[in-house]
């Protein structure tokens, strides 16, 4: 297997996608598909899953020769580390050698002699993940927001609790984070002020999610300028960065919080 990202903008959006993982959980499983990249892990409160599409088309060369699945367990501290070397201009290439499955070998270049090139064997693991089926279900409520501006406010709102109280009607969207110790901060916005949302005729939505882990997903703010934000009523958020095309992106699912006066 040999993949290779040339592309600036593109090696960037790769190196972000992981450099974050860490703050999710340890340990990842890739897989690497003759039709595209593939990853699911659940962070280690057990409350969030992620999943990572990228279909071959997406990498300036995807050559896999291998049969079937290439399935990559690695430690997201390592491959943080490893990412963190990178120059912005240089290129990405990952190779895995059957022969030697216990590494994948990672090299960083550029035609820049300024620039030194750097290549690194990561050791590999064996981890025994069960994939999650999550099925397609229509939201309640959904819309597109610029991801800087989401981000912010998630930031801002954690600094007042621990927890965010979103209620969408058909006029606007509320968010709220309470505590005892620094008060209430509230945030109203007009749907008007959305770059696109949809609700249910008559409907209004309350629910509750954790700021902690809602602002990790907001930590990949810088890959994409929107992201979408998708509500059913007792699931989990779902949270979508596109990556220059609908079959590239990365997904979020957050599971809400119980209140204890929920019915």
């Not at 699945?69 to 059957?98: A, H, Y």
């Not at 008559?202 to 703010?221: K, V």
């Not at 994409?224 to 079959?247: H, R």
Request: with cysteine; glycine share 4%.
């Amino acid at each position: 297997m040999n993949i290779i990202i040339s592309s600036p903008q593109k090696a960037e959006i790769f190196t972000a996608m992981f450099q974050n993982t860490k703050a999710f959980t340890e340990n990842i499983n890739i897989m690497f598909e003759k039709e595209r990249m593939y990853l699911q892990s659940m962070d280690s409160s057990r409350v969030s899953i992620f999943e990572y599409v990228l279909p071959n088309t997406w990498f300036d060369k995807y050559e896999h020769v291998n049969e079937g699945c290439v399935s990559i367990g690695l430690n997201s501290v390592l491959l943080f580390k490893i990412l963190s070397t990178r120059d912005k201009i240089q290129e990405i290439s990952l190779t895995f050698d059957p022969e030697n499955n216990d590494k994948l070998f990672i090299s960083f270049t550029s035609e820049n002699k300024t620039i030194f090139d750097k290549h690194f064997e990561m050791p590999l693991m064996d981890l025994e993940e069960q994939l999650m089926d999550i099925p397609a279900m229509e939201s309640d409520a959904e819309f597109s927001i610029p991801s800087l501006t989401f981000a912010g406010l998630v930031n801002q709102l954690k600094m007042f609790g621990d927890t965010i109280d979103v209620i969408c009607s058909e006029e606007k969207i509320e968010m709220n984070s309470l505590s005892e110790g620094f008060g209430k901060m509230s945030v109203n916005i007009d749907i008007d002020d959305l770059d696109s949302y949809a609700i249910n005729e008559g409907e209004t939505i309350q629910l509750s999610f954790s700021l902690n882990i809602l602002n990790n997903i907001c930590a990949y703010h810088k890959i994409t300028k929107d992201i979408e934000v998708k509500f059913i009523k007792n699931f989990p958020m779902k949270l979508i960065y596109y990556l220059g095309d609908e079959n590239a992106k990365m997904t979020f699912y957050l599971a809400p919080k119980i209140n204890d006066n929920d019915d």
